[in-house]
């Protein structure tokens, strides 16, 4: 293991040069248009995240935190799901919600302040992206002990990082995960970072090891090799399905974006990391790969660009476009049976904001 | 032309990192715990540079884990250390209520007085940043309903530096709420005066007269006092007095309670929700204690009751100075 917690064996099918390498447990067969769409999902998110923080920038985001460098981890473990299972992302999983077809001004609405949700979390199978870090952890679980109740096929998949291993919830779901033998995966983005907390302030072992002292099995993987991210998570879910219960994938990765666009990393780290980290990206070494084999031509990535283009376009205007709630919004679902008191709040609102009309000025 | 120079201005984020500063200095166990407090100084930098300063040993980076910190502070004030943990925002505070709740607040009780609780638990709170979801709570009447905590929350600069020595001196707990919004209005700070001897500043358990006024008393505190204190400049003929509770637990009925009787009307304005909170108390002891003085009934300017809306919301959420004012006048036409 070196300093930064990475054990030799983390899980890679692919290097960072691109060649396709074989491991002993893990491999994974695809197709051309699989491998395709892989990279078109990467490579979008990654458009998509572009675009955000862009507009955060000018102002029409409040917020936005980053997946720069994240994509393989998130689209590759999202691909891993059937559509019977349920993702529980946090609030960097752009390309999780992504992968499981929430749009992409949904995605964003959350950022824009409209709304403290953004879309039907049962329609697709993605529950709404979790703030408090670890809360989420606990639900996964909940929602695979149903399934098994249920006697259904399906898992659930709990998305968190490394800073959120720290976390009581994160823990206790580890033990109520493996007490109850509940078919559910826990996917940790080791980014190395929480905030400014390296990864050493939150872990003393490697975060995969953690599961074996809870009683189930942890894996590293590369995390920036979509193909390994893949095939590991696939085998984790599978398990889950068959009745044998949680597994711990550590996806060993890196947030090269701030934490947030309030966050200013300069004052905590190094900017050479970046550039160790910059040569793993996930995106190129799958290009590089996929274009080696023959797999995708220089047309292929072009029409990604294009479709990327579109993408940032549908965006920008969708963002600028996105209706105001109106005041009396904040009244609507906070509860699902009648409430008087705040219906008569809702009135006063109303009738407040009626005073301002000037009936002079009519 | 000479002019004797005024105490320097400082916005209260930096008064509070003198404060604390000062209270590193003064106590060798006092220790702040937090995350992201040491290298990174703090989401919003209010401990910039005192790891740099005191050491890792005393500006300590805690892991993720709420319950963790106030758990393990609790462990610390029994050893006769004085812990001051940061909770990085209001909506995270709640993985730690249990250890405040259930342990923080009753074991100087349960201990029949052997134990002391010095903990000091800062929390940034409050709405008006165009924040994301649980960066925008105002939970302070939780822990103002609990007893064995003592909840304090400063509402300018000066307030904030003598405030969090003296929160931090204090034997019992304190939970102590920092207007978030706030952070970067500036204010005059007075830093040779000695914020624990009650000779030269105020006790931090009263209420403040932040303005006299004879027709209407509002009684407010953290974010929500420059709003009042603008609506009462804003008030044309109506005379309003300013109240800065500061002490939230406990309440100093006497200062409002005086001024009431003085004005005969009192709006109650906080960003919380409403029920069942701070507002609720004030008005309740004010209409038993005052209710022959009171020419209206005591009114409340407050939060809806419904979760901290998205940001696009939150003006029509938190108390303005229009709604102030529009209390003013019903008071007054009652
Ligand atoms: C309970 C709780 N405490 C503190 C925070 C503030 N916070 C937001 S993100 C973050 C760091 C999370 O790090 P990690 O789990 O590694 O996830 P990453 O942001 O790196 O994706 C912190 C401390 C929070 N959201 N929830
Ligand atoms: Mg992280």
Redo the contacts with the bound molecule.
Sequence with gaps: MDESGRNGSAVQLLTPEGERVTHPTYDISLTDHELRGLYRDMALVRRLDAEATALQRQGELGLW?S?LG?EAAQVGSAHAMGTSDFAFP???EHGVTWVRGVPALDILAMLRGVTNGGWDPNAHRCSLST?????QALHAVGYAMGITFDGADAAAIAY????????G?VNESFVLATVFNAPVVFFC???????S?P?ER?SRIPIFERAAGFGFPGVQVDGNDVLAVMAVTRAALARARGGEGPTLIEAYTY?MAA??TSDDPTRYRMASELEVWRLRDPIERLKVFLARQGIADRHFFDSIDDEGDLLADEIRVGVRSMPEPPAEAMFDNVYCEPHPLLEGQRASVIDYLASFVDPVGR | MERTPAHPEVTMAKALNDGLRRALERDAKTLLFG??IGRLGG?FRVTDGLQKDFGEHRVIDAP???SGIVGTAIGLAMRGYRPVVE???D??V??AFDQIVSQVAKIHRRSEGRVIMPITIRIPYGGGIGAVE?HSESPEAYFAHTAGLRVLTPSDPQAAYVTIQQAIASNDPVVYFEPKRRYWDKGSVDRTIDPLDLREVADPWRARILRTGSDVTIACYGPMVRTCLEAATASGDVSIEVIDLQSLSPLDFDTIAGSVERTGRLVVVHEASRTAGIGAEVAAVISERCFLSLEAPVTRVTGYDVPYPPSRLEDHYLPDLDRVLDSVDKVMAY
Aim: hydrophobic content about 35%.
């Design positions: 935190a997946c994240q946090t609030y960097r703030i408090v870090i670890g809360n968190f990082g490394d800073g959120a291993t720290a976390q919830d983005q080791n980014n190395q970072w929480a905030i907390q990864r939150q947030r934490h947030t | 995350q992201d989401v993720l884990a709420e909770m990085q925002f909506g995270f709640y993985p649980h």
